[in-house]
T-cell receptor
């Protein structure tokens, strides 16, 4: 079945450091890929998405490229800020799967950025 | 405009009791999803509704769980004979439907079974 694997956390960085959070997926069809973020005390919100191979999603300085050949969607940011401290979830949605358009999530990666 | 709302925000119940959790989706969103977030299992899909189609129940963990969506809007998730392992945050999301559309999440209901 479909699944998402993302790197274990926590990830601890200093402000202005480069961030990479790895995400790989398994899917039966042609999924859409997402990064959701959960800031402390807040609900889940979409950070960025890509709906087909080679698409790049970007938002708030974060980027991720849909790589079909490596089944990956790694999240990157060139210079993190303290305000980026949150839990990041990689997810996929695949209409060909049993769950249809529901999101299949990775376990989440906690990012902590210190000043 | 108004986002997805859920009630109650917190619910403490005794093992064996039934609970009902409510979700009000964003107006006009045809798709509605229920997820569960727990420390051990992460974020799990439970059930989703798309328009007037029969719901996809493939994520429900047992037959103690059920959900309905009345009039294509409000949804209620019911857990019968609650168990301690049901303790989690239950999240509702809605979207315009389709795999590429953003799902908007509610704040969740934290369920604690004692």
């Amino acid at each position: 079945g479909n699944s998402v694997t993302q790197m274990e956390g926590p990830v601890t960085l200093s402000e202005e450091a480069f961030l990479t959070i790895n995400c790989t997926y398994t899917a039966t069809g042609y999924p859409s890929l997402f990064w959701y973020v959960q800031y402390p005390g807040e609900g889940l919100q979409l950070l960025l998405k890509a709906t087909k191979a080679d698409d790049k999603g970007s938002n708030k300085g974060f980027e991720a490229t849909y790589r079909k050949e490596t089944t990956s969607f790694h999240l990157e940011k060139g210079s993190v800020q303290v305000s980026d401290s949150a839990v990041y979830f990689c997810a996929l949605s695949d209409v060909a799967s049993q769950a249809g358009t529901a999101l299949i999530f990775g376990k989440g990666t906690t990012l902590s950025v210190s000043s | 405009g108004a986002g997805v709302s859920q009630s109650p925000s917190n619910k403490v119940t005794e093992k064996g009791k039934d609970v009902e959790l409510r979700c009000d989706p964003i107006s006009g969103h045809t798709a509605l999803y229920w997820y569960r977030q727990s420390l051990g299992q992460g974020l799990e899909f439970l059930i989703y509704f798309q328009g007037n189609s029969a719901p996809d129940k493939s994520g429900l963990p047992s037959d103690r769980f059920s959900a309905e969506r009345t009039g294509g809007s409000v949804s209620t998730l019911t857990i019968q004979r609650t168990q301690q392992e049901d303790s989690a945050v239950y999240l509702c999301a809605s979207s315009l439907g389709g795999s590429g559309n953003e799902q908007y999440f509610g704040p969740g209901t934290r369920l604690t079974v004692t």
